[in-house]
């Protein structure tokens, strides 16, 4: 696999750098969407493994691909490789721009907009679902669930539209409410949410390979569970609405979700990858460097700033060659100010002031867009010295959050481009080894 960060040798200036990045590349390619599916899908004859479910198909019985999110194009292109001819058809909904949709043989490919909804989303849910609603109680359908698909995945009733869930989207992000949060409201706003593919598809076999980017890993919430029963009610949405004061549904109805056991009776969720997977294959990497990695959490979450203070004090009691492994998703609250930035740049900005010589933090998304064309940043002694020779001041551009423009006059952001990956976000923070 080529190196991830396209920028990588740029940023390579120091020994601890580049064990950083290469740590990086680590955690990137245990993740990547096709090789995880080319490990753990295989069709033999009649059978069709998946991890380890086996199916048994009819001789020349077709399989259908469907899926929203991230993850989408690069695991139908695996799809299509794995199974061949037995593909009867699909849809899936990515948002990758032209440049990194694939030419597909049997599968439809729409390209939403993320993270807010538009027209475009809603027409490539109607699109998805009229496909899942036209299968039988003979057919298959491989469902892909990866983040980003709650965005994608916009098929509201009158009177909401998805110029409503922008404004949800605004007020909800604005407020820094959790994902939970965000998911339980946006299930009861679309007909794809909350088990809604499920129903769709129904009385077709489901199988969900789904892709976590929530932290603790609950499939219903993961794309806001499009394959899975919902538990939530429009009471629990409403909860939401109390809570944040959302104005954007004044008066306005939510949907329920389906309760009746029938539609995923023959429905069955594989957690497929999670960022776990990420974060053993960058310990094993470590290791293999002289360092002691610590996995200390693969779900933290709060405020950016908060987190890279916990960082910053472990990393201060840590021996010389330890590194620390995080996973998880923090959040940004703007307030009056709405700069230019992401959660990941922000968090090393905070930590920027407090960092030590011999160490090194690098916060990163896993999907290479931390609310701009940057993965995350790195923050060191390094960029320390690049801000100075400018005359920055981290405080002032903390105060207006304006991250993305700190990291693009230092030089030390992270550049991946669309990875086709997402588990949420990773940190890295290591201290030197002794010379």
Excluded at 28 to 56: C, F, M, P
Excluded at 236 to 245: C, L, P, T
Excluded at 316 to 322: K, R, S, Y
Aim: glycine residues 8%; hydrophobic residues 45%.
């Amino acid at each position: 696999m080529a190196f991830v960060i396209q920028n990588s040798d740029a940023l390579a200036v120091s020994q601890l750098r580049k064990d950083a990045l290469e740590i990086v590349q680590a955690g990137y390619e245990a993740i990547d969407t096709r090789s995880v599916l080319t490990e753990d899908v295989k069709l033999e004859g009649d059978t069709l493994t998946i991890a380890n479910h086996t199916y048994a198909l009819a001789p020349e019985q077709k399989v259908w691909v469907a899926g929203a999110g991230k993850c989408a194009i690069a695991g139908a292109a695996a799809l299509e490789e794995i199974l061949g001819e037995r593909i009867a058809g699909g849809v899936i909904i990515d948002v990758a721009d032209e440049v990194n949709c694939l030419p597909f043989k049997k599968i439809q490919c729409f390209l939403g907009t993320h993270p807010k909804p538009s027209a475009v989303n809603v027409d490539a849910s109607k699109h998805l679902v009229g496909t899942l609603e036209g299968l039988g109680e003979n057919d298959i359908v491989i469902i892909l669930v990866s983040g980003g698909g709650s965005t994608l995945l916009c098929l509201p009733e009158e009177p909401v539209t998805y110029e409503t869930e922008v404004q949800i989207f605004n007020e909800l992000t604005d407020a820094a409410a959790t994902i939970q949060e965000m998911d339980t409201l946006r299930k009861h706003l679309s007909l794809a949410r909350g088990g809604g593919l499920a129903k769709a598809a129904y009385p077709a076999r489901v199988i969900g390979l789904i892709f976590s980017d929530v932290p603790g890993n609950d499939v219903s919430f993961i794309s806001s569970g499009p394959t899975v029963q919902d538990e939530t009610t429009i009471k629990d949405a409403q909860s939401v609405i109390e809570k944040y004061n959302v104005s954007a549904l004044a008066g306005m109805p939510l949907l329920e979700t389906s309760k009746d056991a029938k539609y995923f009776a023959r429905v069955h969720n594989e957690l497929l990858v999670t960022n776990i997977r990420a974060l053993d294959a960058m310990a094993r990497a470590l290791r293999a460097r002289g360092y002691t990695p610590r996995i200390v959490t693969d779900r933290f979450s709060g405020e950016a700033r908060r987190v890279a203070d916990d960082v910053i004090a472990a990393l201060a009691d840590a021996e010389p060659a330890t590194a620390l492994l995080y996973g998880g998703e923090s959040t940004v609250t703007l307030g009056e100010h709405a700069g230019k930035g992401g959660r990941n740049q922000e968090l090393a900005l905070a930590a920027l002031a407090h960092i030590k010589p011999n160490e090194i933090i690098v916060a990163f998304s896993s999907d290479g867009h931390d609310n701009t064309d940057y993965a995350g940043a790195l923050c060191d002694n390094i960029t320390k010295e690049h801000a100075a020779a400018r005359a920055l001041s981290v405080e002032e551009y903390l105060r207006s959050h304006r991250s993305y423009d700190f990291f693009t006059v230092t030089g030390d952001a992270l550049l991946t481009g669309y990875t086709g990956a997402n588990v949420s976000d990773l940190i890295i923070g290591i201290t030197a080894r002794l010379t």
